[in-house]
């Protein structure tokens, strides 16, 4: 399994992308799944002897391995393999509220919840005030 952008393979994302939202193909169906993926993720763990305040650490999520959220793909991809699904970025994100607005976005230019082209089944929405990262 490999994700591109730009029909570029990608190994390391860049330093201001905090998350990304994705598309992915089914290559025999033509089925699409538009989601969103954080980069990093925090790890809460237990408070030091002693102390009140849980610690916190932040480490890479698992982006390089992720195929989604839906059951139904992840069914798909259990019966078929992943070599039979195209894993494509279509957008980089610098910040959590512009990862759920562009992912909504997508999802809404798409008409995913109406087609029966995507596997999607469910948005869940909360967005605050948006903060977009700078683009040249």
């Known amino acids: 399994?490999?994700?591109t952008f730009n029909n570029k393979k990608v190994d390391e994302l860049p330093e201001d992308c905090e998350a990304f939202v994705y598309l992915i193909t089914n290559t025999v169906s033509g089925m699409k799944y538009i989601g969103k993926k954080q980069i990093e993720r925090?790890?809460?763990?237990?408070p030091l002897k002693g102390k009140k305040r849980?610690?916190?650490?932040?480490?890479?999520?698992?982006?390089?391995?992720?195929?989604?959220?839906?059951?139904?793909?992840?069914?798909?991809?259990?019966?078929?393999?992943?070599k039979k699904f195209k894993f494509e970025i279509i957008r980089s994100c610098g910040a959590k509220s512009e990862l759920a607005y562009m992912e909504t976005l997508y999802q809404f230019q798409a008409e995913a919840l109406f087609s029966?082209?995507?596997?999607n089944g469910i948005m869940n929405i909360r967005i605050g005030k948006v903060k977009f990262t700078k683009r040249p």
């Open 1 to 3: 399994m490999e994700w």
């Open 42 to 46: 925090k790890i809460r763990r237990k």
């Open 54 to 82: 849980k610690r916190i650490f932040i480490g890479e999520s698992d982006w390089k391995t992720y195929t989604g959220s839906s059951d139904r793909l992840n069914a798909d991809i259990k019966k078929l393999g992943k």
């Open 116 to 119: 029966e082209e995507y596997y």
